[in-house]
Nanobody
Framework: QVQLVESGGGLVQPGGSLRLSCAASGSISSIYAMGWYRQAPGKQRELVAG???????VYAESVEGRFTISRDNAKNTVYLQMNSLKSEDTAVYYC??????????????????WGQGTQVTVSS
């Protein structure tokens, strides 16, 4: 089973940018779709960005035009560039392979294979 380690979070002012990284312990080239999820306090974990093995991407409406997901199969790493950050983007961010039942902008399916996540706080 591939282990995932997220990094790059932090405290940023509204309008600022962050770049998150997700390093996998094994190859991700055969994984059809990777995604970034987030969980705000008191809310369900939701899928906000996804990228297929061919490079096509999909985004939740709440982040469309501000976030960019990318993957480097050679480095077994997935990235999330976050621009024009808003206070409502505050959450713990996780990456994982996207399950077939999951839909963008909807709650993640229950499972155990999550990493520790990385905290993103947008505040002045």
């Amino acid at each position: 089973q591939v282990q995932l380690v997220e990094s790059g979070g932090g405290l940023v002012q509204p309008g600022g940018s962050l770049r998150l990284s997700c390093a996998a312990s094994g190859s991700i080239s055969s994984i059809y779709a990777m995604g970034w999820y987030r969980q705000a306090p008191g809310k369900q974990r939701e899928l906000v960005a996804g990228i297929r093995s061919g490079g096509s991407t999909v985004y939740a409406e709440s982040v469309e035009g501000r976030f960019t997901i990318s993957r480097d199969n050679a480095k077994n790493t997935v990235y999330l560039q976050m621009n024009s950050l808003k206070s409502e983007d505050t959450a713990v961010y996780y990456c994982n392979h996207v399950l077939p039942q999951e839909e963008i902008g909807r709650a993640a399916m229950p499972r155990q294979d999550w990493g520790q996540g990385t905290q993103v706080t947008v505040s002045s």
